[in-house]
């Protein structure tokens, strides 16, 4: 019922929307007398707000074709390389013979790290991660996994659960070919540790050279934030009860039963309610005073921040009870369609973890747990990084990822390289 609630809600919406709509181009035409007053432009500036929070944010564009390599472009290519319902892996191809040209060497000489980006599927877009993506391009081949949003998968494909993340997550570590560095985002750090786990187990020839973990939830009960906290003190059955909903009519996956991404959403503004109000006044002032770049830059953000996608039941579920109740991989517990899970058998994947020191997320130790359950490592093959500073989204994004956190991942990649 809330979920319908909530389209009702956006339809009845629909005429205010274009009032606003409306208002804001009147008061912003340049025949317009009182454009160019104080009270035109605080007029226009509340309809912009209006509209930017009531609007129904869509799956965003990945937005560039290009990446620059000594100070000159060099065209990208987004395709899709590997496929299935609730996920796509994504390519950005670079152009091979603009590549050489501007490195001054042959076609055939290029032989830059595969990077994969196992990126997370908790509410929000893989274009959430566009940053980390454009940092590594200049000088890796990069893959991204590109998550289904699950009200646009029909029911008839099946349920999705956390040992089918795995499964996928397995698969393209294979797609991106032997001795790829994996690099796994905040929620996908247990599953893609548990998919490294289980190919090292078999002796896999396409096991990864390097493994790095980002802000991942390997070990909740290190320094628990406010979400492991939740998690912990409610009942898995008040997450089943409370939280899952069925998708309306309209939408390809109806009928499917969702963690709906508004209620992720929700919880993740209200983590930090003060500051996202602070700045959407500050987005008001800044369009009053005509302030067109950090207009821009805020539109940017809260476009991407505010498009979310729903989880499948039985994953946000399993998640749930698997991963921040039961913390099942740390106790070693976890099992994949019933195979035990043993990261001690990861010998020649070099492990990296990297947290940031302001992170109300994952905590400082989360991430670090992954290095006390990957014991057939040796010391040469494991290092941690701690960015100071920084909160949960820059350790994967922002000025201090790409000029402290990124050049350590690419030297780490670098020493480890699977000849």
């Known amino acids: 019922m809330l979920y319908s609630f909530l389209e009702m809600s956006r339809a009845a919406m629909m005429p205010w929307r274009a009032a606003a709509n409306a208002t804001r181009e009147a008061l912003r035409d340049p025949h317009n007398p009182v454009a160019d007053t104080l009270a035109g432009r605080a007029m226009a500036a509340s309809a912009d707000v209006f509209e930017s929070l009531t609007r129904q944010y869509g799956k965003p564009d990945w937005g560039f074709d290009c990446t620059r390599v000594n100070g000159l472009d060099v065209p990208v290519e987004t395709e899709t390389v590997w496929s299935k319902p609730f996920c796509s892996l994504v390519?950005?191809?670079?152009?091979?013979?603009?590549?050489?040209?501007?490195?001054?060497?042959?076609?055939?000489?290029?032989?830059?790290?595969?990077?994969?980006?196992?990126?997370?599927?908790?509410?929000?877009?893989?274009?959430?991660?566009?940053?980390?993506?454009?940092?590594?391009?200049?000088?890796?081949?990069?893959?991204?996994?590109?998550?289904?949003?699950?009200?646009?998968?029909?029911?008839?494909?099946?349920?999705?659960?956390?040992d089918d993340f795995v499964d996928y997550v397995r698969a393209m570590i294979t797609e991106a070919g032997p001795g790829a560095n994996v690099v796994a985002v905040?929620?996908?750090?247990?599953?893609?540790?548990a998919a490294v786990a289980l190919m090292a187990e078999d002796e896999d020839p396409a096991r990864p050279?390097?493994?790095?973990?980002?802000g991942s939830p390997i070990d909740t009960r290190k320094s628990p934030t406010v979400p492991n906290k939740l998690a912990e003190?409610?009942?898995?059955?008040?997450?089943?009860?409370?939280?899952?909903?069925?998708?309306p009519a309209g939408y390809p996956g109806a009928l499917r039963r969702v963690?709906?991404?508004?209620l992720q959403l929700t919880g993740f503004i209200n983590m930090n309610l003060d500051r996202h109000v602070d700045a959407h006044w500050q987005y008001f002032n800044e369009?009053?005073?005509?302030?067109?770049?950090?207009?821009?830059?805020?539109?940017?953000?809260?476009?991407?921040?505010?498009?979310?996608?729903?989880l499948t039941?039985?994953?946000?579920?399993?998640?749930?009870?698997?991963?921040?109740?039961?913390?099942?991989?740390?106790?070693?517990?976890?099992?994949?369609?019933g195979r035990p899970v043993r990261p001690d058998a990861i010998r020649d994947v070099a492990l990296l973890t990297v947290e940031g020191e302001n992170d109300d997320i994952s905590g400082i130790g989360q991430t670090q747990a992954a290095h006390a359950l990957c014991t057939g490592l040796s010391d040469s093959l494991r290092e941690d990084y701690v960015q100071p500073g920084v909160?949960?989204?820059?350790?994967?994004?922002?000025?201090?990822?790409?000029?402290?956190?990124?050049?350590?991942?690419?030297?780490?990649?670098?020493?480890?390289?699977?000849?």
């Open 186 to 193: 905040c929620q996908p750090g247990p599953a893609t540790l």
């Open 233 to 247: 003190e409610r009942p898995y059955s008040w997450f089943r009860d409370q939280l899952i909903h069925t998708v």
């Open 91 to 162: 390519h950005f191809k670079r152009d091979r013979e603009a590549l050489a040209k501007v490195r001054g060497v042959a076609p055939e000489a290029i032989d830059d790290p595969v990077v994969l980006i196992v990126a997370p599927m908790s509410g929000h877009h893989a274009t959430l991660l566009r940053g980390t993506v454009q940092t590594f391009l200049p000088d890796a081949d990069v893959y991204i996994t590109d998550w289904a949003d699950a009200r646009m998968v029909a029911v008839d494909e099946g349920a999705f659960d956390l």
């Open 259 to 262: 963690y709906p991404g508004f």
């Open 313 to 337: 039941e039985e994953f946000y579920l399993q998640t749930i009870c698997d991963v921040f109740q039961e913390q099942k991989l740390a106790r070693g517990n976890m099992t994949v369609r």
């Open 287 to 310: 369009l009053v005073a005509g302030d067109g770049d950090s207009a821009d830059n805020h539109r940017a953000f809260y476009d991407e921040y505010l498009s979310v996608m729903d």
């Open 209 to 214: 050279a390097t493994m790095t973990f980002m």
């Open 391 to 419: 909160g949960h989204y820059g350790v994967f994004n922002g000025s201090r990822f790409a000029d402290e956190i990124a050049p350590r991942m690419r030297a780490f990649m670098a020493r480890h390289a699977r000849k």
